[in-house]
């Protein structure tokens, strides 16, 4: 079916901001009997968790993970009610954020496609390609196209 849709974005701001923080703090280990190296372990591992967000629309769902796929989301696209393409603000941040009414899932970047559920609330997933990420949901749950 062509509106299956698999795209992984690498998180170059996650990446860009732990990854050399880690790096010096693991190197410098320990300063005047404080120990370092705890710090760079955790900025570490927040890079390998966060180091990419995979998204799939196949199969009545759209999943979402980040890096090795230990945060992950899937929404069933019988709950999606409307899907939009948005422009996050940069106070938004990237990672797995709390916004208004909802959640955003993003890795780099201020694009994403946002779901709006039939709880009530609203999921935003980042994306370096937000109008096929949109096109594949729109056609596997179904929805016809808004204007803007």
Do not use: C, K
């Not at 693991?26 to 372990?41: C, F, H, N, Q, Y």
């Not at 948005?86 to 954020?97: A, C, E, I, P």
């Not at 780099?108 to 994306?127: K, N, P, Q």
């Amino acid at each position: 079916m062509s509106s299956r849709y698999h795209h992984t974005q690498p998180g170059w701001v996650i990446l860009g901001s732990t990854v050399p923080p880690a790096l010096i703090t693991l190197a410098v280990g320990t300063v005047p009997e404080i120990p370092t190296w705890p710090t760079g372990l955790i900025l570490l591992v927040a890079a390998a968790l966060f180091a990419s967000l995979t998204v799939d629309v196949a199969d009545g769902a759209i999943v979402a993970r980040f890096g090795p796929g230990l945060i992950r989301r899937r929404v069933a696209l019988r709950d999606v009610r409307e899907a939009r393409v948005v422009t996050n603000r940069w106070w938004y941040g990237w990672g797995l954020r709390l916004i208004r009414g909802g959640t955003l899932y993003n890795v780099s970047g201020f694009h994403a496609v946002e779901l709006a559920l039939t709880d009530g609330r609203v999921w935003r997933v980042g994306t370096d390609e937000p109008e096929a990420l949109l096109a594949a949901v729109r056609a596997q749950a179904g929805l016809a196209a808004t204007a803007a």
